[in-house]
């Protein structure tokens, strides 16, 4: 009994020493999980909750943040709050660089900080200088007021942020959820091909829907310029025709062959931009070839009408405001200068929509490039971005590079993507430096490609019917 006792005593250190071990571990794991910090930020934004640091927690609880959790999840776009203390590990400076190179996956992030509150976003998802925007004015409706706020900034970012959300459960759900099957799925090549060729396909398919609803616009617009030609009474053999005449002309029918050959081989809404830049150059050329021949001076080179870009090149400035915006000035045809001065509605350009017939300023991202092919060469590319400040076109045309489609098609990714930190950092510089709900310092500009040279002779299919010169 003694040697059995004296084993039982022996065996109960080891014993209590693992006891004692975990029950430390235990005692340990919450002040962990509490300490907050990027890595457990980063855990759970990519998790697709909201983050709450657990020093605001008083300000923001944990109730509030997981329905703001639910809600970004029903509308399924890639929006990451965090909600954190002015200090450190969440620099002034560099805490949307920080957390958007941790969590690496293409967005729009938005943080309170201490008492401000900012947003910065991928380009891809939404122009940084919407976010902004957006931000600045939901922190100066509910001054102080984070969960107010903050629901603010989603309900009105997410119908404009491009791309899906991060699959995630209201509440959140544990580490080892997320990892364990992640690195399994790494493990099955075969899984995680059919993953991105989804989410390739998915993207196709958006980009071909977005073009079928452009190409009605822009086949309008062919046909309107084919119809111009055939109206046109213009002889190029006549005696009174010189060859500078026959040149003008030669131009005119030269852009309609090629916006008819660019939108036979459009692929994307972006592809629209050429087309629209090629009829704009033909409109400017059946315009002085018309001065040529009544013998007037010859047009000076601006922009079409803003109204319509099929009523030719502008003839003046002329002020007018958008239902709810601001007053600014904006290139008119004659017919639209004179609507204008006699107090009446210009003759405005309607695309079709998801919500039915609407200016093309109000129509949505897919309008873009084509209306960037029409305005894009005129002001250093800036022009069209100025005149459409306040409407919903002009808030996500932001950036110069998002409205008018960079020359290669865009980045290749949209909102919700893996990217890593390979995402452009001056789509989330400037920090709190600036105050709460501001414009900082972030958001580049990237300036508009050039504006190609005069169309060469191409012929392709009829959209409506031209004569070629005798």
Not at 47 to 63: E, S
Not at 74 to 92: E, L, R, S, T, W
Not at 104 to 118: E, K, V
């Amino acid at each position: 009994m003694r040697t059995l006792a004296r084993r039982r005593s022996r065996g109960a250190g080891p014993l209590a020493l693992v006891a004692a071990l975990l029950g430390l571990l235990l005692l340990l794991a919450p002040a962990a999980s509490a300490a907050g910090g990027l890595d457990d930020a980063t855990a759970a934004l990519k998790q697709g909750r909201v983050y709450v640091d657990p020093a605001m927690a008083g300000r923001f609880g944990q109730a509030q943040a997981d329905a703001l959790t639910e809600k970004i999840r029903k509308a399924d776009k890639p929006i990451f709050v965090a909600v954190v203390p002015a200090a450190d590990p969440y620099g002034a400076s560099t805490v949307f660089d920080d957390l958007r190179t941790k969590v690496g996956i293409t967005g729009t992030y938005a943080i309170w900080r201490g008492d401000q509150f900012q947003a910065r976003s991928d380009k891809e998802a939404l122009p940084t200088a919407s976010a902004q925007r957006i931000a600045g004015a939901s922190f100066r409706a509910h001054p102080g007021d984070i969960d107010a706020t903050l629901n603010d900034f989603v309900d009105t970012a997410a119908p404009q942020v491009k791309g899906h959300g991060v699959n995630s459960t209201a509440g959140g759900v544990s580490a080892a959820a997320i990892v364990v099957p992640l690195a399994l799925l790494a493990l099955a090549g075969t899984g995680v091909f059919l993953l991105f060729r989804r989410s390739k396909r998915r993207k196709e398919d958006q980009r071909r829907a977005e073009l079928a609803q452009v190409r009605r616009v822009v086949d309008e617009d062919i046909t309107a310029y084919g119809e111009e030609l055939d109206r046109l009474d213009f002889v190029p053999s006549a005696s009174d025709a010189d060859d500078v005449q026959r040149g003008d002309y030669t131009h005119a029918l030269d852009s309609y062959e090629r916006a008819k050959r660019l939108m036979d081989e459009a692929k994307g809404p972006e592809d629209a931009k050429p087309v629209a830049e090629a009829l704009e150059d033909g409109r400017f050329a059946l315009a002085t070839l018309a001065a040529r021949r009544a013998g007037h001076p010859l047009p000076e080179r601006r922009p079409p009408c803003f109204f319509d870009p099929r009523h030719g090149p502008s003839l003046k400035d002329a002020d007018w405001a958008p239902a709810g915006g601001a007053a600014r000035s904006v290139p008119v045809c004659r017919a639209d200068a004179d609507r204008l001065a006699a107090g009446q509605d210009p003759d405005i350009r309607t695309v079709p929509t998801e919500h039915g017939p609407q200016p093309y300023w109000n129509a949505g991202p897919a309008y873009g490039p084509w209306a960037g092919g029409y305005f894009g060469g005129f002001g250093g590319g800036g022009l069209l971005p100025g005149l459409l400040v306040g409407t919903m076109l002009g808030s996500m045309m932001a950036t110069p590079a998002y409205a008018y489609g960079a020359a290669d098609g865009g980045s290749g990714y949209e909102g919700g993507d893996q990217s890593g930190a390979d995402f452009d950092s001056s789509d989330f510089g400037g920090g709190f430096d600036g105050g709460g709900g501001d414009f900082g310092g972030g958001g580049g500009v990237v300036p508009a490609p050039p504006r190609r040279g005069p169309p060469s002779r191409r012929i392709g299919s009829g959209h409506a019917r031209s004569r070629r010169p005798q």
